[in-house]
């Protein structure tokens, strides 16, 4: 629930869902009906599905039977770090280098560990530059110095903390060349910038339905239909046998209402976000003339940069009491960084690019959304001067 | 709010006195499964979980705060140092002194809060000098104002003790009545950081080379006869009976306590009950809670949880010397010795010296 005094800006973390997406999955909540039953129940559960699947592919661009739905965005991530290791380790025992960056989500990053240290993966995490945009040279020599032993090349679209748009045309020319093949995570890119799954020429694709209006705990792995993926989960055999589970015929319409839409109207809606988000960024460091972006600049920001993503660094204040005091104001929005039992930690992605420690925890990540207004930016900046003084003078 | 039933009511109580509250869980530990595991204890991640959902239904914000270095620094440093230098640290008394009402207060000041409110059981009275004064809880059994005897006026005037009027019973109730889950979770008695109250086993592994010994003997105060041998000094307090592995009982029949730690030459020293008998008191660092008092009589705690000592008390700028009416046993250097009048705490110091004057026949 959210009282109508707040100011949410943090879309980035989650959005509301689009009506047309809560349309969807009220209109199918009360309906009976396993999607892999055979009956008429079963049989109009299963056409609500593949309807979806259909809506889905035509937004992204894929053919509708590379579309695996998932429980989200960290499961599909599972499924394509792991499933894709598995099987090409299966296919050639040399095949278990992983390449990937440093500035990861979580979802690749830990099963990357995981691999690492219970399946024999050796796992690389490429360097980024202070924008955090990978090195593609570094990934290129990584590759060149032994194509044939690399499993799989993972590497997310856009940074969810920063924003930074990454290479993943390139990444994809230089796997191509040796048919390793790509994951992307484009959680944070689908309906926010421009994705065509045929088109970026990558192997395997995450989304999610929460962060472009969708409802929570339904996603989706776009998958090329001629890469084989072992399995996380063993049952039913639904989803080409990758994905076992009854299928949540609900959700999966939502889902797919969500991402139609949300592609739909994604110029226009990646238009208005880019300027309340620059907007943000000029007012807020002309009130506080030490706060800085980090990423990509507002210059390069049309091309390099989530529209929506506003990662700003406070020197001298402690990101957690920033965002507790603009709590106490009503504005919502996130230190950008992951937690463990409620203790930040230092981003690993500022740390990747080149911030020091103290640099990595001085940060707030706004992120606007459908839902954004310019009355929102007017209260960040109506609050932010009072708030840092007393975030500098909760640090000394 | 550690995600026990004290701080839980404490915050739920301060809230509907209509105060703004915000609800903080301290992370104390750098790695939040490596100090201890299971649901008693302040480090763990059940811990911040329950505090989070007492925090919900009270119905106010909730955040963890990262203390760990502070903590470390101040607390678990301090301990082992104590340790090592053959003292017997009180941790708690140092957290509230340089975490709970330092570290913590000054950020929250900062913050633009005006207090801490914590789940100790003591209570605040306006005095008549305009001063806060710190007295003891009306539950005894629960009270905690040994371990406030650190607190001077300025962190007393921005704390605030909400469960001081209440026995611990009453509280459990009002926390199930207030469909707070963890009215029921049993009492933390332990050293938070110390898994299973070990504390030798602890210090044996985190001292490392900073231990002053790595063993010694066990000799007996009459005889100078060696009893035993030990594994570290750090494994002993004054007063301790338990624990000595003396191979043979003494000639007398009686229970040996460790009378005196060595820390450099290792050696402990043992003897009868008798023996462990002190009223001469030195003080050292004193804290005062108000007006510092140059003599007065009244009584002195030598230890959480231990009996009032009738006492006289004589401060010499950052010297407190105290005489007790009858002898007190077992009363380790680097314990609080807590000075009340009456309910009133007026101060603390570490104890760095005892002795005995008047051996009766």
């Given at each position: 629930?959210t009282?109508?005094a707040?100011?949410?800006?943090?879309?980035?973390?989650?959005?509301?869902?689009l009506?047309?997406?809560?349309?969807?999955?009220?209109?199918?909540?009360?309906?009976?009906?396993?999607?892999?039953?055979?009956?008429?129940?079963?049989?109009?559960?299963r056409?609500v599905?593949?309807?979806?699947?259909?809506?889905?592919?035509?937004a992204?661009?894929?053919?509708?039977?590379?579309?695996v739905?998932?429980?989200?965005?960290?499961?599909?991530?599972?499924?394509?770090?792991?499933?894709?290791?598995?099987?090409?380790?299966?296919a050639?025992?040399?095949?278990?280098r992983?390449?990937?960056?440093?500035?990861?989500?979580?979802?690749?990053?830990?099963?990357?560990?995981?691999?690492?240290?219970?399946e024999?993966a050796?796992?690389?995490?490429?360097?980024?530059?202070?924008?955090?945009r990978?090195?593609?040279?570094?990934?290129?020599?990584?590759?060149?110095?032994?194509p044939?032993?690399?499993?799989?090349?993972?590497?997310?679209?856009a940074?969810?903390?920063?924003?930074?748009?990454?290479?993943?045309?390139?990444?994809?020319?230089?796997?191509?060349?040796?048919?390793?093949?790509?994951?992307?995570?484009?959680?944070?890119?689908?309906?926010?910038?421009?994705?065509?799954?045929?088109?970026?020429?990558?192997?395997?694709?995450?989304?999610?339905?929460?962060?472009?209006?969708?409802?929570?705990?339904?996603?989706?792995?776009v998958?090329?239909?001629?890469?084989?993926?072992?399995?996380?989960?063993?049952?039913?055999?639904?989803?080409?046998?990758?994905?076992?589970?009854?299928?949540?015929?609900?959700?999966?319409?939502?889902?797919?209402?969500?991402?139609?839409?949300?592609?739909?109207?994604?110029?226009?809606h990646?238009?208005?976000?880019?300027?309340l988000r620059?907007?943000?960024?000029?007012?807020?460091?002309?009130?506080?003339?030490?706060?800085?972006?980090?990423?990509?600049?507002?210059?390069?920001?049309?091309?390099?940069?989530?529209?929506?993503?506003?990662?700003?660094?406070?020197?001298g204040?402690?990101?957690?009491?920033?965002?507790?005091?603009?709590?106490?104001?009503?504005?919502?929005?996130?230190?950008g960084?992951?937690?463990?039992?409620?203790?930040?930690?230092?981003?690993?992605?500022?740390?990747?690019?080149?911030?020091?420690?103290?640099?990595?925890?001085?940060s707030?990540r706004?992120?606007?959304?459908?839902?954004?207004?310019?009355?929102?930016?007017?209260?960040?900046?109506?609050?932010?001067?009072?708030?840092?003084?007393?975030?500098?003078?909760?640090?000394? | 709010?550690?995600?026990?039933?004290?701080?839980?009511?404490?915050?739920?109580?301060?809230?509907?006195?209509g105060?703004?509250?915000?609800?903080?869980?301290?992370?104390?530990?750098?790695?939040?499964?490596?100090?201890?595991?299971g649901a008693?204890?302040?480090?763990?991640?059940?811990?911040?979980?329950?505090?989070?959902?007492?925090?919900?239904?009270?119905?106010?914000?909730?955040?963890?705060?990262?203390?760990?270095?502070r903590?470390?620094?101040?607390?678990?440093?301090d301990?082992?140092?104590?340790?090592?230098?053959?003292?017997?640290?009180?941790?708690?008394?140092?957290?509230?002194?340089?975490?709970?009402?330092?570290?913590?207060?000054?950020?929250?000041?900062?913050?633009?809060?005006?207090?801490?409110?914590?789940?100790?059981?003591?209570?605040?009275?306006?005095?008549?000098?305009?001063?806060?004064?710190?007295?003891?809880?009306?539950?005894?059994?629960?009270?905690?104002?040994?371990v406030?005897?650190?607190?001077?006026?300025?962190?007393?005037?921005?704390?605030?003790?909400?469960?001081?009027?209440?026995?611990?019973?009453?509280?459990?109730?009002?926390?199930a009545?207030?469909g707070?889950?963890?009215?029921?979770?049993?009492?933390?008695?332990?050293?938070?950081?110390?898994?299973?109250?070990?504390n030798?086993?602890?210090?044996?592994?985190?001292?490392g080379?900073?231990?002053?010994?790595?063993?010694?003997?066990?000799?007996d105060?009459?005889?100078?006869?060696?009893?035993?041998?030990?594994?570290?000094?750090?494994?002993?307090?004054?007063?301790?009976?338990?624990?000595?592995?003396?191979?043979?009982?003494?000639?007398?029949?009686?229970?040996?306590?460790?009378?005196?730690?060595?820390?450099?030459?290792?050696?402990?020293?043992?003897?009868?009950?008798?023996?462990?008998?002190?009223?001469?008191?030195?003080?050292?660092?004193?804290?005062?809670?108000?007006?510092?008092?140059?003599?007065?009589?009244?009584?002195?705690?030598?230890?959480?949880?231990?009996?009032?000592?009738?006492?006289?008390?004589?401060?010499?700028?950052?010297?407190?010397?105290?005489?007790?009416?009858?002898?007190?046993?077992?009363?380790?250097?680097?314990?609080?010795?807590?000075?009340?009048?009456?309910?009133?705490?007026v101060?603390?110091?570490?104890?760095?010296?005892?002795?005995?004057?008047?051996?009766?026949?």
């Amino acid at each position: 629930m959210t009282e109508p005094a707040t100011v949410y800006l943090d879309h980035a973390a989650t959005t509301p869902m689009l009506p047309v997406a809560v349309e969807a999955m009220t209109a199918h909540l009360r309906d009976v009906g396993n999607a892999s039953s055979l009956h008429a129940s079963g049989r109009r559960a299963r056409r609500v599905v593949e309807e979806s699947r259909e809506t889905v592919a035509r937004a992204l661009g894929c053919r509708p039977g590379e579309v695996v739905f998932t429980s989200g965005g960290t499961e599909a991530d599972n499924l394509a770090v792991k499933g894709i290791y598995w099987s090409r380790r299966d296919a050639d025992p040399r095949r278990r280098r992983v390449l990937s960056t440093a500035v990861e989500h979580h979802a690749v990053l830990d099963p990357l560990d995981w691999l690492a240290e219970h399946e024999g993966a050796e796992v690389e995490l490429l360097p980024v530059d202070e924008r955090g945009r990978l090195l593609v040279e570094a990934l290129r020599e990584s590759i060149e110095r032994d194509p044939g032993s690399v499993a799989l090349v993972t590497v997310m679209w856009a940074n969810n903390e920063v924003g930074t748009l990454q290479p993943v045309d390139e990444v994809v020319r230089v796997a191509a060349a040796y048919e390793i093949p790509v994951h992307t995570d484009a959680v944070q890119a689908v309906g926010t910038v421009p994705v065509d799954f045929a088109a970026s020429g990558v192997d395997a694709l995450t989304l999610t339905g929460h962060k472009l209006g969708g409802p929570y705990g339904v996603g989706a792995l776009v998958l090329r239909r001629e890469l084989s993926v072992t399995p996380l989960g063993h049952g039913g055999g639904q989803e080409r046998d990758i994905r076992s589970g009854t299928l949540d015929t609900p959700g999966i319409a939502a889902f797919a209402a969500a991402v139609e839409a949300a592609v739909k109207a994604q110029p226009e809606h990646a238009e208005r976000m880019q300027g309340l988000r620059d907007d943000l960024v000029r007012q807020v460091i002309e009130a506080v003339p030490e706060a800085h972006l980090h990423g990509p600049q507002l210059e390069r920001a049309a091309t390099d940069r989530l529209p929506g993503n506003a990662h700003l660094g406070f020197p001298g204040c402690e990101g957690d009491s920033l965002l507790m005091l603009l709590d106490a104001h009503g504005i919502e929005c996130s230190t950008g960084s992951a937690c463990s039992a409620g203790v930040p930690q230092p981003s690993h992605v500022l740390l990747a690019m080149g911030c020091d420690e103290e640099q990595s925890r001085h940060s707030l990540r706004f992120s606007v959304g459908h839902t954004s207004t310019q009355a929102d930016i007017d209260a960040v900046v109506a609050a932010i001067v009072p708030v840092v003084e007393r975030a500098r003078a909760a640090r000394r | 709010m550690s995600g026990g039933v004290d701080s839980a009511v404490a915050a739920a109580r301060a809230a509907e006195a209509g105060h703004d509250v915000t609800g903080i869980h301290l992370a104390l530990s750098r790695n939040p499964a490596s100090y201890r595991s299971g649901a008693r204890g302040c480090c763990t991640i059940e811990d911040s979980n329950d505090a989070r959902r007492a925090a919900d239904v009270i119905g106010i914000p909730f955040y963890v705060w990262d203390l760990s270095d502070r903590f470390h620094e101040d607390v678990v440093e301090d301990f082992m140092d104590e340790y090592a230098a053959g003292r017997t640290p009180n941790p708690c008394l140092r957290c509230n002194e340089k975490i709970k009402f330092a570290a913590v207060l000054d950020r929250a000041l900062a913050l633009g809060f005006d207090a801490v409110a914590t789940g100790h059981y003591a209570q605040l009275r306006p005095g008549d000098d305009g001063l806060v004064e710190l007295h003891r809880a009306v539950d005894d059994g629960k009270d905690q104002s040994y371990v406030l005897g650190v607190l001077d006026q300025q962190q007393l005037r921005h704390s605030l003790f909400p469960l001081g009027d209440s026995p611990k019973r009453a509280v459990r109730e009002e926390a199930a009545r207030r469909g707070l889950l963890v009215a029921d979770k049993p009492d933390s008695h332990d050293i938070c950081f110390v898994a299973n109250g070990d504390n030798a086993g602890w210090l044996a592994e985190k001292l490392g080379d900073r231990a002053p010994n790595h063993g010694g003997e066990i000799v007996d105060s009459a005889s100078g006869e060696v009893l035993g041998r030990h594994e570290g000094t750090y494994g002993f307090t004054i007063g301790q009976r338990r624990g000595l592995r003396i191979g043979r009982p003494a000639p007398d029949g009686k229970p040996r306590f460790v009378l005196d730690i060595e820390p450099v030459s290792g050696t402990v020293t043992v003897g009868t009950r008798e023996e462990l008998a002190v009223d001469r008191i030195t003080g050292l660092d004193p804290r005062w809670c108000g007006t510092v008092p140059t003599s007065l009589t009244g009584t002195v705690q030598l230890r959480a949880h231990g009996q009032e000592h009738r006492a006289s008390v004589t401060v010499d700028d950052d010297e407190v010397a105290i005489e007790l009416v009858d002898p007190a046993y077992g009363i380790a250097p680097g314990q609080a010795a807590v000075i009340y009048d009456g309910t009133r705490v007026v101060g603390s110091a570490t104890i760095s010296a005892t002795s005995r004057v008047d051996v009766s026949p």
